[in-house]
Structure formats: C-alpha cells, structure tokens
C-alpha cells in the first residue's frame, strides 16, 4: 500500500509528498533499459520454467511409480532446493560453472533458475498424483492402451492441472529472483530485479515504487490464477 500510494507522489523523493502524479509511471514506460532488462527476465523464466515443467512432471511420475536403488537419497536430493537459502544455491553454482569453466551468460543463469523452479513443479505434481486413483492406468492398460498411450491419454490429463499450478508458480520465482541471477549472470545480462536492486542503492526513486507496484500486482495475478487452476483440478477430481 505505501508502495502504490507513493508511486503517485509527483516529488522526486520518496519522503516527501508533494501531490497526486502519473509521470513516474509515464518515465517507467519510457525508460528502454526497463525493458531490455524486462526481456532477458521473461527470457530466463520461461525457458527455465518450460524445461521444468517437463522434467519436473517425469520426476514426479518417476519417484511414484518405480522403485529403484537410492530413491530415498535421490527424494532427498530432488527437494533440497526448497530449503538450502537461495544465496547457498547460488555460491555453489558459481562455483561450480567456474571449475568446469563454462563462462556465465543468459543461459548459465536460465541452468540456475531451473535448478529450483524444477523442485517446486515436482512437488506439486507429486502431491496431485498422490490423490489420484491409480487404476484409472491400469484400466487403460487393460483395454489395450499402450504405457505411453495410458501415460498421455489418461494421467497427463490428471495431471495438467498441478503442471500448470507448479508452473506458475515456479514462474513468478524465477522472475522475483535476484541473488541467483546476479551469481550467475554474464556481462550485459541485467534482469529485472538486478536492475531495480542497481537503481536502489543511492535511494528508492518514485518510478521504481511504480515499477514496484506492477511487479506486486502481476505476482499475485499468477499467484491467485496458481492456486485457481489446483483448486479447479481437485474440484474435477472430486466430481469424478
């Protein structure tokens, strides 16, 4: 809220308020390296969200229906991105792409972004394949359906929904992102919030409390649709 009403503030420092304004927003519209930074940001999220997405969706699948030697160690492994902090994730992969010398780009940070956007999409996956009934497969098997005619036939469909929640949600984290993104980053790749932290350091200026203020709301826009599409998905289930 002091975000959005500040945004408005037609002074040029946050502090003080000198009257009802748009032009910061009207700057921020105007301002080429909002949006340079805007597209290497989409970059990064949606091909490191895509390519989760899939190998995400064959973990969960994976670690629920096969039993294979060292599946409690590699479940553990799988999901410790969700709890190692995010500047952990980010030394070690500096370290690591510095050891093998790859040299960091876009593509070295999208590497990173999937790193944790793949943990959230497999968690929420697993947890939709949990409640699902696990004979609607074997069904399918039994009337002639092949595994990969059953797979994509029958429990994709199931599925979609919790794909599509963990997707979005891995989305909105990977564009919030900053000290990933800043560790692993080549020269001339500045995403969005490395751009907003750069502006930051000598004082928050009106039009990144705009800028500010769109992020919030897009956030929450693909946060609410997230939990929208999960809840749409257990409602089918239920009626089925």
Same mark, same amino acid.
């Given at each position: 809220?002091?975000?959005?009403?500040?945004?408005?503030?037609?002074?040029?420092?946050?502090?003080?308020?000198?009257?009802?304004?748009?032009?910061?927003?009207?700057?921020?519209?105007?301002? =080429?390296?909002?949006?340079?930074? $805007?597209?290497?940001? &989409?970059?990064? #999220?949606?091909?490191?969200? *895509?390519? @989760?997405?899939?190998?995400?969706?064959?973990?969960?699948?994976?670690?629920?229906?096969?039993?294979?030697?060292?599946?409690?160690?590699?479940?553990?492994?799988?999901?410790?991105?969700?709890?190692?902090?995010?500047?952990?994730?980010?030394?070690?992969?500096?370290?690591?792409?510095?050891?093998?010398?790859?040299?960091?780009?876009?593509?070295?940070?999208?590497?990173?972004?999937?790193?944790?956007?793949?943990?959230?999409?497999?968690?929420?996956? =697993?947890?939709?394949?949990?409640? $699902?009934?696990?004979? &609607?497969?074997? #069904?399918?098997?039994?009337? *002639?359906? @092949?595994?990969?005619?059953?797979?994509?036939?029958?429990?994709?469909?199931?599925?979609?929904?919790?794909?599509?929640?963990?997707?979005?949600?891995?989305?909105?984290?990977?564009?919030?992102?900053?000290?990933?993104?800043?560790?692993?980053?080549?020269?001339?790749?500045?995403?969005?919030?490395?751009?907003?932290?750069?502006?930051?350091?000598?004082?928050?200026?009106?039009?990144?409390?705009?800028?500010?203020?769109?992020?919030?709301?897009?956030?929450?826009?693909?946060?609410?649709?997230?939990?929208?599409?999960?809840?749409?998905?257990?409602?089918?289930?239920?009626?089925?």
């Amino acid at each position: 809220m002091i975000l959005a009403v500040y945004s408005f503030n037609a002074s040029r420092f946050s502090t003080t308020w000198e009257g009802f304004s748009f032009k910061w927003y009207q700057t921020l519209f105007s301002d =080429s390296r909002i949006f340079e930074s $805007l597209q290497d940001s &989409l970059t990064v #999220a949606l091909v490191s969200v *895509g390519i @989760s997405a899939v190998l995400g969706t064959m973990m969960a699948v994976g670690l629920a229906k096969f039993r294979f030697p060292g599946k409690g160690l590699y479940l553990g492994i799988a999901y410790l991105p969700l709890i190692i902090p995010d500047i952990a994730i980010a030394v070690a992969t500096l370290v690591f792409l510095s050891s093998v010398g790859f040299p960091l780009s876009l593509w070295t940070v999208v590497a990173a972004h999937i790193v944790f956007c793949l943990a959230y999409v497999a968690v929420v996956v =697993s947890t939709r394949l949990t409640n $699902l009934d696990p004979h &609607l497969e074997e #069904a399918a098997l039994d009337l *002639g359906a @092949s595994p990969l005619q059953a797979f994509i036939k029958v429990l994709l469909p199931e599925l979609m929904p919790a794909i599509l929640s963990g997707s979005l949600l891995a989305f909105v984290l990977s564009m919030d992102d900053l000290l990933i993104s800043s560790f692993t980053a080549g020269g001339g790749i500045n995403t969005l919030p490395m751009l907003i932290f750069s502006r930051v350091r000598t004082g928050v200026k009106p039009d990144i409390n705009a800028l500010s203020v769109m992020l919030i709301l897009v956030s929450a826009f693909l946060a609410i649709a997230s939990e929208y599409v999960r809840f749409r998905g257990d409602q089918h289930r239920l009626k089925q």
